[in-house]
T-cell receptor, first 108, second 114 residues
Framework: SQQGEEDPQALSIQEGENATMNCSYKTSINNLQWYRQNSGRGLVHLILIRSNEREKHSGRLRVTLDTSKKSSSLLITASRAADTASYFCATDSDKLIFGTGTRLQVFP | GAVVSQHPSRVICKSGTSVKIECRSLDFQATTMFWYRQFPKQSLMLMATSNEGSKATYEQGVEKDKFLINHASLTLSTLTVTSAHPEDSSFYIC??????????FGPGTRLTVL
């Protein structure tokens, strides 16, 4: 399977804490993207990092990419209850291949 | 901008019937749209790539005669699940490509086949 792996599968934290999710993939990529999905809803694009970039920031989000290890991480700082959702990485070669996802629960 | 809609949001049908799901890009033209399937608590699996004016490209293991895709215009792609069975019950999500690296996703359609 080309599908990427994410860990942890589930993560529960308190508001204010940081949440880190990791993604590993198998093939060479053009870019890697992170998406968020609230339960039973569509996906919201969070951030895109290109294969020649190592780190990218957007608000409380920080994404890293290590192409030598074929891995990426998403850090959400100062989490809020509203961050509760599933987070997916997706690698883009000629099509998007989604990872298995991390279910994040942030308790108030 | 970059809004994608899907209709219907939920559909319940009897086994053996066909169901059509529409995906529309509301404020941009999309030469390419994608159809994904998602089972509960699982990831999205790409089913097919829909190209305006040409035949869809199906992923391995996806039956093209069962999941009919029509991309008749630059703003509309339809997925028809033919002769639906309970195992086809799933969350179907479309996305549209506006020529950038980012796909814009619809809100999804939950199909339940009784």
């Amino acid at each position: 399977s080309q599908q990427g792996e994410e860990d942890p599968q589930a993560l529960s934290i308190q508001e204010g804490e940081n949440a880190t999710m990791n993604c590993s993939y198998k093939t060479s990529i053009n870019n890697l993207q992170w998406y968020r999905q609230n339960s039973g809803r569509g996906l919201v694009h969070l951030i895109l990092i290109r294969s020649n970039e190592r780190e990218k920031h957007s608000g409380r989000l920080r994404v890293t990419l290590d192409t030598s290890k074929k891995s990426s991480s998403l850090l959400i700082t100062a989490s809020r209850a509203a961050d509760t959702a599933s987070y997916f990485c997706a690698t883009d070669s000629d099509k998007l291949i989604f990872g298995t996802g991390t279910r994040l629960q942030v308790f108030p | 901008g970059a809004v994608v809609s899907q209709h219907p949001s939920r559909v319940i049908c009897k086994s053996g019937t066909s169901v059509k799901i529409e995906c529309r890009s509301l404020d941009f033209q999309a030469t390419t749209m994608f159809w994904y399937r998602q089972f509960p608590k699982q990831s999205l699996m790409l089913m097919a790539t829909s190209n305006e004016g040409s035949k869809a490209t199906y992923e391995q293991g996806v039956e093209k005669d069962k999941f009919l895709i029509n991309h008749a215009s630059l703003t509309l792609s339809t997925l028809t699940v033919t002769s639906a069975h309970p195992e086809d019950s799933s969350f179907y999500i479309c996305s549209a490509d506006r020529g950038t690296d980012t796909q814009y996703f619809g809100p999804g359609t939950r199909l339940t086949v009784l």
